[in-house]
């Protein structure tokens, strides 16, 4: 067997995963009004609740059912929000109450329903979806009627026009579905008991919407809808425990739309036979050139977020042959069957295209085309529209009529020279010069209007519509023929031109978008150049929010004087958390001023969020704009994500870094401090010791041992301290003019014990005395390297410390007579620790003498390296302080 | 002073230090009294009469700058101070506020012992001012204005005078940079250190002092100067 297949599916584990983190939700799907389904949600919450299961009642309408209320006493109710929209109180489903008490179940009757705007969702079921997130399990109800997909179908079946509706994803997502049947005729009957609740205005309504062919039919609907996920559940079981048997390849669905009427039913169609086949669905939007008219521009777009809220994914497909572009992408994307519907274009004869559909059926080899015919469309909403279109759309007469009363004139000039037809010629020109400047209709507009001119100037008998010559009539006839194919040649290669140009445009505008965040250095620089380029790019304000430890702070771009105002806030929030586009044109908090978008690759946690608004508010986003804004964010996003890998990279090296420090550190405490302990608590004991004879001589020998071994440790406390002290940055030089003769003298005086057998030759060139700094801290510096030097020197070789004044340096070397400093350890000295990683056998010392010199003279505005040795020989240390002659004292002084 | 014994207060919350300093002093025929904080330290001030006091700065209860403050109200007794190194500031502001002295831990006792000595003898002297002092073949006659090494004058402005009979007057104990200023030069001036640097320089130069080897002029970085007792 094919190992391939043994292993279960990670999207489907994944799925299932993901699954118990999330509430589980279960719907009770009813086929219409009256089957009981809140009766069954309550009885069923009520057995939960007899288990011991915490169950809470969110929202649940008893219509003032009795048998109902009474099934909801017992069952804690959570306080509703009561919200007043136009003057009237409603009351919601309070979102915030829901996910404070945190129950383990919590009932929400009415899935379907739409909040009164002001609501944080406009709909109920993004509600759900947030508690579902919270991890709480829901129960809840829907009929059948609700379920965007079937939206056409229960049209067609009862006529009445459901508006409100579920996106099917929802359904997709729901864990259980519990069918709640109540066969037609039951269902009647309790509709004349009254045990049906029908609000008074509907009443009439209702005499069709129950009439027994439209239950029977929703029941079937819902039946079949309950039926699908059963099928789903089992295939979704089947792959998460890699149960081979029926392995049928992936199908996947291409629906091709265009802006034309059907385009929206042409969706919901992709999405019925995607469900049926099981399979993944495309709509793709083809186009020859930009929609025309407002309207055609706002079908596509409906169309378009139609299809992404039935869970489509939604693209794009443009170019000169549109065929062979629409195959190529079903191969790279192993279409395996085309929805095209039947092309309904007015004036079809005269573009002398052929259809698209039927250009697919002959090229498609293996691909499966289905043409789907053309719905029914109400006639009343097609005349409101045509006319809509009518009033919108700029037919552009001006130039049509004014290039054919050019051509008129020069044809008229030219009669005297040229013959009839080809004065014709003339005309030609003007149509496809119109083609190509204004497009199709106005080319039209000119042939018609140029072959009637042609007719009544130019044919015989002249200044009249006839034609008496059969010649004339030719020539009239050929004239239109090729006026108008050659007028809707050039005004294709026209629209081809501004589709290519309004690719190109996009193109570039992301190229160049990629190319600024990459040159931007750090979060704070990367955030301003999105925010920059996104606001020039859509010709919006922009901002970009970014979390820090988990809170959204604006990095950048304007959010207004007073920041961003609770709601706007609120959306903010909810896009980064939920990872989803939330404010304004969106189901959640729509009444926000912005349109935010998660800034964060998918999968991953967002690390913000991008929010466009428009400073006119009535302005929206097209289709195009949000996809070249969706496209600026993904690389945005992969931009931040890559910015803060580089940041958490190098705190990893800095920690690696600490903890090789902490070790060097243990072991240089260990080594350093024990060994002057052993020294003291050895040399203690022994003097204690009352049966050891010690001879004066050796017992102030002992004591001496203690002394200078405790001098030692307090040296080694010391050095600890400083360096805690420069790391914590808790050093203030104080600085002030300082006489080093002084400083010398002091740090000698400190180090004369250690000074003892190591005589230190100090000149100090005239004039460079008084130098600009921090005595304490530079006689710390000099201490140091007095010892180091008297260290690593032998006894009795002379230690040098030189102070001059060199160029724009003021220099201090102290030099001595030691084993010196390997050429390429040089600077290695200055690290932490250094002495320590060269062996335990060395002179003691802490490594830590030579890095805290280092930080003391960069505290002090200095460099310090080690350098070569005058002599060739020892070890040789050069401070640097930049050159500052002493201010003058007005000493006001007689002798 | 009372006569006999000079009686020094202790006061320190570390019982090792009291304790060494207890044995170390009572050795040098010191009679030694103790207290572990700032409040017990002025109570038995007020109580005992202590001739010197050795206070440590870091107390348990109150700041030791403050316990300073509190003892001068009560005393003139020299006090010395105990503090750790890289506390200069708290040195300085601890001799501003009345200190007489202080001594960097950790220290040895001949350290301790010499900063004792110097308190108690200027402490001792009459506060009148003597007309002629001498160290090392360095004498300064106040009345006549002269200054000799090795019986050689040495010609010093009026300025230069005055800060050597400064020091002078007070060898063997630190003095800070403020108070010499405000002593020479005036309060005016109390910030004016590179004056006190440039003269201090003259006078080391003048008198043949090394200041990589000092025999007179000590200094005491961050802090103050210091006539060599």
Redesign the interface.
Request: net charge negative; no cysteine; glycine share 4%.
């Given at each position: 067997m094919n190992r391939e297949y043994d292993r279960p599916s990670p999207d489907a584990l994944l799925h299932e995963v993901g699954n118990s983190a999330r509430g589980r939700l279960k719907i009770f799907l009813g086929a219409s009004p009256g089957v009981g389904k809140t009766y069954e949600m309550l009885s069923e919450a009520r057995e939960r609740q007899a288990q011991g299961l915490d169950v809470v009642i969110g929202i649940v309408e008893t219509h003032g059912r009795d048998e109902t209320r009474r099934l909801t006493e017992g069952l804690p109710a959570l306080p509703r929000r009561r919200m007043t929209y136009q003057g009237r109180a409603f009351d919601e489903l309070d979102i915030d109450a829901v996910l404070e008490r945190r129950s383990a179940l919590v009932l929400v009757d009415e899935l379907a329903h739409t909040n009164i705007p002001g609501s944080r969702h406009e709909k109920r079921y993004q509600d759900v979806e947030e508690i579902l997130a919270a991890g709480i399990d829901v129960y809840t109800t829907l009929n059948v009627q609700h379920v965007e997909s079937l939206n056409d179908v229960i049209n067609q079946i009862t006529r009445v026009k459901v508006q409100e509706t579920l996106p099917d994803s929802v359904i997709e997502k729901a864990d259980e579905i519990e069918l709640i049947d109540l066969p037609p005729d039951d269902l009647i009957q309790r509709l004349h008991e009254g045990k049906v609740y029908v609000p008074e205005q509907a009443k009439r309504a209702t005499q069709h919407f129950f009439g027994r062919g439209n239950l029977t039919a929703l029941r079937e609907l819902a039946m079949r809808v309950a039926a699908d996920r059963v099928d789903a559940d089992v295939l979704g079981y089947r792959q998460a425990r890699a149960i081979v048997e029926p392995w049928a390849t992936r199908e996947r669905l291409m629906v091709l739309i265009g802006d034309s009427r059907d385009a929206e039913r042409l969706v919901r169609l992709g999405k019925r036979l995607a469900e049926r086949h099981e399979s993944t669905w495309i709509v793709a939007h083809v186009m020859r050139g930009e929609s025309e008219t407002h309207l055609e521009k706002g079908r596509l777009q409906s169309a378009l977020e139609l299809a992404e809220r039935l869970g489509g994914e939604t693209v794009s497909l443009t170019g000169f042959d549109l065929v062979e572009e629409i195959l190529a992408f079903s191969r790279e994307r192993n279409v395996t069957q085309i929805v095209v519907g039947r092309s309904r274009r007015r004036l079809r004869w005269l573009t002398f295209r052929t259809s698209l559909a039927s250009a697919l059926l002959r090229h498609a080899s293996n691909i499966e085309i289905t043409i789907a015919g053309c719905g029914d469309v109400q006639p009343q909403e097609e005349s409101a529209s045509v006319a809509i279109e009518i009033a919108r759309s700029e037919i552009p007469f001006l130039l049509p009529l004014g290039t054919t009363g050019l051509a008129a004139g020069l044809a008229w000039l030219l009669s005297q020279v040229l013959t009839t037809a080809n004065l014709s010629l003339v005309f030609l020109v003007g149509v496809l010069f119109v083609a190509v400047r204004s497009g199709l209709r106005a080319s039209i507009v000119t042939a018609v209007t140029s072959f009637l001119v042609f007719n009544f100037l130019f044919t015989e008998p002249r200044y009249t519509f006839d034609v008496t010559q059969r010649e004339d009539l030719l020539t009239l006839l050929f004239f239109l023929l090729v006026a108008t194919v050659t007028g809707n040649l050039a005004a294709r290669v026209r629209k081809q031109m501004d589709v290519l140009r309004a690719n190109q445009r996009r193109n570039s505008l992301l190229f160049e978008f990629s190319r600024r965040i990459a040159g931007a250095v750090g979060r704070d620089d990367l955030a301003w150049s999105v925010c920059e380029y996104v606001g020039q790019s859509l010709g919006a304000e922009t901002i970009v929010l970014l979390a820090d430890s988990d809170k959204l702070a604006v990095a950048a771009g304007d959010a207004g004087t007073h920041g961003l105002i609770e709601v706007e806030r609120a959306a903010a929030d909810w896009a980064f958390e939920r990872r989803d586009a939330a404010g304004r044109g969106t189901g959640t908090l729509p009444n926000c001023r912005w349109y935010f978008l998660p800034l964060g690759v998918s999968g991953k946690k967002a690390c913000g969020v991008l929010g466009v608004t428009y400073a006119d508010r009535k302005r929206m986003m097209s289709g195009d704009q949000r996809r070249l804004l969706v496209a600026m964010r993904d690389q945005a996003a992969v931009a931040f994500e890559r910015a803060m890998l580089v940041e958490e990279r190098e705190r990893a090296e800095l920690r690696s870094e600490t903890e090789k420090l902490r070790s060097a550190l243990l072991s240089s405490v260990s080594h350093d401090l024990r060994t002057p302990l052993v020294s003291i608590i050895g040399a203690t004991t022994t003097l204690l010791d009352a049966d050891v004879k010690l001879g004066g001589e050796q017992r102030r020998e002992l004591t001496e041992q203690v002394l200078s071994e405790?001098e030692r440790l307090?040296r080694f406390v010391?050095n600890l301290?400083?360096m805690t002290?420069l790391g914590y940055g808790a050093l203030k030089p104080?600085l002030?003019?300082?006489?080093l003769?002084?400083?010398?003298?002091?740090a000698?005086q400190r180090l004369r014990d250690a000074l003892r057998r190591h005589p230190v030759q100090?000149q100090i060139e005239p004039g460079s005395?008084?130098l600009f700094t921090?005595?304490?801290l530079l006689?710390q510096v000099i201490a140091n390297l007095l010892d180091n030097a008297a260290k690593y020197s032998p006894p009795d070789a002379v230690i040098q410390l030189r102070v001059q004044h060199r160029g724009r340096d003021h220099v201090i070397e102290i030099e001595d007579d030691g084993a010196g400093i390997p050429r390429a350890e040089r600077e290695y000295v200055f690290d932490m620790f250094y002495r320590v990683r060269a062996g335990d056998q060395q002179v003691a010392g802490t490594g830590l003498g030579l890095p805290i010199c280092r930080g003391l003279v960069e505290s002090l505005g200095g460099t310090i390296h080690a350098v070569n040795p005058r002599d060739g020989k020892g070890a040789c240390l050069r401070l640097q302080f930049p050159w500052r002659r002493?201010?003058p004292?007005n000493?006001e002084?007689?002798? | 002073m009372t006569a006999g014994i000079p009686r020094i207060l202790v006061v320190d919350d570390e019982v090792p230090i009291r304790k060494f300093l207890q044995i170390s002093l009572g050795a040098q025929n010191f009679e030694i009294i103790e207290a572990s904080n700032g409040y017990e330290a002025l109570r038995i001030t007020e109580a005992h009469r202590p001739d010197l006091i050795v206070l440590d700065l870091g107390l348990p209860d109150v700041d030791g700058k403050d316990v300073i403050a509190a003892l001068r109200a009560l005393t003139v007794v020299p006090i010395i101070v105990l503090s750790v190194?890289?506390g200069?500031?708290e040195k300085v502001s601890a001799l501003d506020r009345g200190a007489n002295d202080y001594v960097t831990k950790?220290f040895g006792i001949a350290e301790l012992m010499a900063r004792i000595r110097v308190a108690l003898r200027a402490a001792g002297e009459a506060t009148g001012e003597q007309a002629e002092y001498a160290v090392r073949g360095l004498s300064l006659n106040l009345a006549r204005h002269e200054v000799t090494t090795e019986g050689r004058p040495v010609?010093?402005?009026?300025?230069?005078f005055d800060l050597l009979a400064l020091l002078m007057k007070h060898a063997g104990r630190v003095l800070t940079h403020k108070q010499i200023l405000r002593e020479i030069w005036g309060p005016v001036h109390e910030q004016d250190?590179?004056?006190l640097?440039?003269y201090?320089?003259q006078l080391r130069h003048k008198l043949g002092d090394?200041?990589?080897?000092?025999r007179f002029i000590?200094?005491?970085?961050?802090v103050g100067y210091r006539f060599l007792d």
């Open positions: 405790a307090n010391q301290l400083d002290r104080r002030e003019w300082v006489d003769r002084d400083v010398v003298a002091d000698r100090v005395e008084m921090d005595a304490v006689g002493p201010e004292v000493l002084d007689e002798s | 190194r890289s200069e500031e950790p010609k010093l402005s009026r300025k230069e250190t590179q004056y640097r440039v201090i320089g090394d200041p990589a080897e000092p000590a200094n005491e970085p961050g």
